[in-house]
């Protein structure tokens, strides 16, 4: 539960009351209290390291030390207090260098990176791949994500969708920086395995080699422990290869990817079913210490239709794209009709037409607008020639001797129900018509097959058919079980798996160290503090995000070729550009608001801040207007916005973006700079009414101090002689 | 100008500082700004011998101060029952104009707050019927505070006694 106010920032505003309020009288106690408050401030910036907890206790202890001091002792026992209730919260900021609330201004994470289920530290890789630096953003990534080429082509994105630079144009395609970075970083040979903790001698096994198991499988091998996945299917991937089909996943990438688990000494044990070739019996007695399920949802759900039940004309979806992967090619029927909205059918359905299908529909019983899947993947499915039935709700399979006719069905109209956001389909009567098919194609979600767990006793399981866990250490009702990815969630993302396996992985390694587990979930973890990339106002404004080459649409039809063909590198190095550095700068638009209504100059267009102000954003109408005062970059508390004095320019900054350069004009005497001209003007305008009429020298304020103790000591009345 | 005067005393003043440091202490600022500072002027050599001249300079607190003026946000005024020119912390937002337009440089640049920072003749103090924090410890006792009327009276009486000088050698 992330709490509302920051207990850190609330140690230090408290601190810092009651030194500034002058409580502390002995001169002792209000030291002590100041290199605590120091302390505090460190954890509150991000600086602070493993030592900074127990000195701010050790110093409270040495501020109790004199009893008729009360102001000290209350003051000592409200931070041992505070640090005792909150050592979570004080942990995570020094181990993370992120605060959830964003309360510390300075670990305000970024958007993208609180919304990736994984935690990825996007503004980081980003900028590092802006640099060139591709090895190095895939070791950040890696960090938090062990297949960045997979997430780099087939991640559902959450983190584009919260992308503040969206507010302003398009959303930096984060997903296809990555996907370049790590195919780069593999074919130059730089895409490394960290080094492996020394091996602690205890050993995991973990239940599915899909992303959450082989995430899980990573991170504890890192750590130092003995991992074997076991895994029903011939190969390792799970969804990635048996849900994805080729043509947007290359089964390459995958073994490449999976290539660096085998490196780091993971075992994998394929066409190994858990329960049946290994029995949880059979793994206890080969001396394994914990277990860790990761075993998908498999199980398609029925359309429960008249017709449906045993007729070989109505496949799975999801059977049938396993089978598809694993080699089988043939073709399913002449005309097909898939019924589903999410990305599953839409795989289902280009699927069918590469293998040689004359006619695909989609049908789907909500409006384009609802749909789950993703919209490109819509639009290059519409591109394919896969033809779509909105509002259509299936009734029964027309069935004629030995085969099918089709799909009856109904049409359907939206209606807004009470207390839900989606709107739900209602049929209308007497609509009904037929969708001639002689294939049917369901693909209306999937659950867990749980007939392979029978064994495990005690596991709670929710109403939706699904292992419970605490989802903020994915513990199992049962201990040393853990659980993750889709058998968890239900059928969800590539990358929520990883954030699963990823917080497993922890648990398992907490479990096995008997460390407490953690009451919260966690804080993602900031991975460095790189410098921003400078950009011109103008570029920044003008960059576009470039569009996706694809395939051409002939190959598109026949082939399982890639699709997406990937942008070129100096798209790549461009697109990262645009990134606005949320992890430095957090919107809170003091910048603008002493702009626009302290000074009046109102130079700074930042629309994106602000809902309030809904100015257009343009960074480059601050070069037109702003005098350079700097009282923008005084008041930021982040230093984002950043002024400085380069050789004989003044220059005006935010996170990188160069809003404004003004010549520097220097004092007559001493060459001291005194500002720009537009910035003089500003002032003597002011000044007008009560300066005199110009002529004065421009002096700096130095040399203007000692001119007039010049005057003042030469028109002294002479001294005695 | 402020109904106030900070007289200092030049012929007694051996620019130790102490005004200086007292004030910075005063005012707990940090390195950088001395918005009460003794400027030396020279020395060079007036009949043969070196002499050195110390001019206390903190704020005049002008008739119509410039940085009043300058200020756009209503920071820095002028106290109308005294004249008093302060700056009202919560409203500065270190744009500088007032350092810009002071031809005396008193206003002057607190890097720890971002905040500019001014002599107001320890306006608080004076509110409690005590003198600014540099008079205090002035150890030459070159340095007086008070009334316009009252200030101006030792330098009087020191150019009559010159004068007088003069008349009793004629």
Known sequence: MPAKTCSVTRTVTELKHTIDAGRLQNPRSRRIAEEILQLLNDIAWGRAGDRHIPAIASLADELAYDEADAAAMETAAYLHDAVDHNREVFVSHIKTHNCSTGDCVKLAPAPCQMTCPAGLDIPTYVTLIGMGRDAEAIDVIRRDCPFPWVCGLVCTRPCEFMCVRARIDTPISIKFLKGFAAERAMSEGSYRNPEKAPDKGQKVCVIGAGPGGMSAAYYLILKGYGVRVIEQHPTAGGMLLLGIPRYRLPREIIDREVAMLTDLGVEFRFNTRFGQDATLADLKGEGFDAFFFAIGAHQAFKLGIPGEEGCPQVLEAIAFLRRVALGDRTVPGKTVVVIGGGNVAIDAARTCLRLGCREVTLAYRRARTEMPADREEVEQAEEEGIRFAFLTIPIEVAKNNGGIDGLRCLRAELVKMEGQDRKYPKPIEGSEFLLAADVVISAIGQKVDNTCMTEVNGLDWTRRNTIQVNTATMETSRAGVFAAGDAVTGPATVIEAIGGGKRAAESIDRYLSGIPQPSMPRVPVRRGRIDWLEVPASTKMTLKRPDMPLLNLDRRRTTFQQVELGYPENAVREEARRCLRCDICLRCGKCVEICRDKMGVNALQMGYFDFDHPVKTDFRITAERCIACGACAANCPTGAMRMEDRGHERVLSLCGTILNRQKLLTCEDCGAVLGPARYIEFVRKRTKTVARAAGARALCDACSRHASAKITTDNLPSQSK | ?170
């Open chain 2, 1 to 170: 100008m402020s109904k106030y005067y900070l007289f200092q005393d030049t012929k007694k003043c051996i620019g130790c500082h102490t005004c200086t440091i007292q004030c910075k202490s005063h005012k707990n600022l940090p390195v950088g700004p001395r918005i009460s500072q003794i400027i030396a002027v020279g020395p060079k050599f007036v009949g043969g011998l070196p002499r050195a001249s110390y001019v206390f300079m903190p704020c005049f607190h002008c008739e119509d101060p410039w940085c009043v003026a300058a200020c756009p946000t209503g920071a820095m005024q002028k106290r109308a029952k005294d004249g008093i020119v302060f700056i009202d912390f919560d409203l500065c937002v270190g744009c500088k104009a007032c350092i810009t337009s002071c031809p005396w440089g008193a206003p002057q640049w607190n890097p720890e707050t971002g905040k500019a920072v001014k002599c107001d003749y320890c306006m608080d103090r004076v509110d409690q019927g005590l003198k600014p924090a540099c008079v205090t410890v002035c150890t030459t006792h070159c340095l007086d505070f008070g009334k316009v009327e009252d200030t101006t009276r030792i330098r009087r009486e020191r150019h009559a006694q010159a004068v007088a000088a003069l008349d009793q050698n004629a």
